[in-house]
């Protein structure tokens, strides 16, 4: 395993590991979509689809997210890579901001996650996609984040409270919150 040997080489592999967690989401997203088409018949049935999907279609297997193994692994392997570069004298912004702030793997996912559209424009169509709205949500929403980031409930109620006024994201300036009209 080697050191990064910069810190675009750093974000490729972490954006690599984004990618992996977006495909995941729309593949989710579009089964439930059918899911949901198999049901629904008319609009008002399809937007309040979150509600009764529940009702309708009891599965306990969908129940929690699993994060697949390798997804795991590769994050260490990424943290492994980021500290020998580190060690090395290879300064990588994201875990120098990270350790400066005191960030936890959340608050450093949200913030690669605000980046990649700036890394590339492809992110815009995959979040227009991800946040379904016909407003051209082409940022990455708290809604996202959190689908996106959290495995489960628990992690879900503890990760919103990232993005509250005292939470470190926003008490440091780090993102910023726009609101939408």
């Known amino acids: 395993m080697s050191a990064f040997p910069d810190n675009l ?3 490729k592999a972490e954006l690599a590991w984004l990618d992996r967690v977006i495909t995941r989401a729309i593949a989710r997203q579009r089964q439930i979509n059918q899911e949901i ?3 629904a018949k008319n ?3 399809r937007a309040t689809a979150q509600w009764w999907r529940g009702f309708v279609n009891l ?3 969908q129940g929690g997210r699993e994060v697949p193994k390798e997804q795991n692994t590769n994050c260490l392997r990424v943290n492994e890579r980021a500290e020998q570069s580190k ?3 290879i300064f990588l912004a994201l875990p120098q901001m990270c350790a ?3 960030l936890n793997e959340f608050e450093k996912n949200v913030i690669l996650l605000a980046l990649a559209p700036e890394v590339s424009r492809r992110y815009e169509k995959l979040f227009m996609l991800l946040n379904e709205d016909d407003t051209n949500a082409r940022l990455p929403t708290i809604d996202l984040a959190l689908r996106l980031l959290s495995k489960n409930d628990k992690e879900w109620q503890t ?3 990232s993005f509250l006024s005292q939470g ?3 008490k440091k300036r780090i993102i910023k919150i726009i609101k939408r009209e």
């Open 100 to 102: 400066h702030f005191q």
């Open 43 to 45: 609009a008002t049935d």
């Open 59 to 61: 599965d306990p297997a």
């Open 168 to 170: 470190k994201l926003l």
């Open 87 to 89: 060690q090395r004298g």
């Open 159 to 161: 990760n919103r409270n």
């Open 37 to 39: 088409n198999k049901v």
């Open 9 to 11: 080489s750093y974000i």
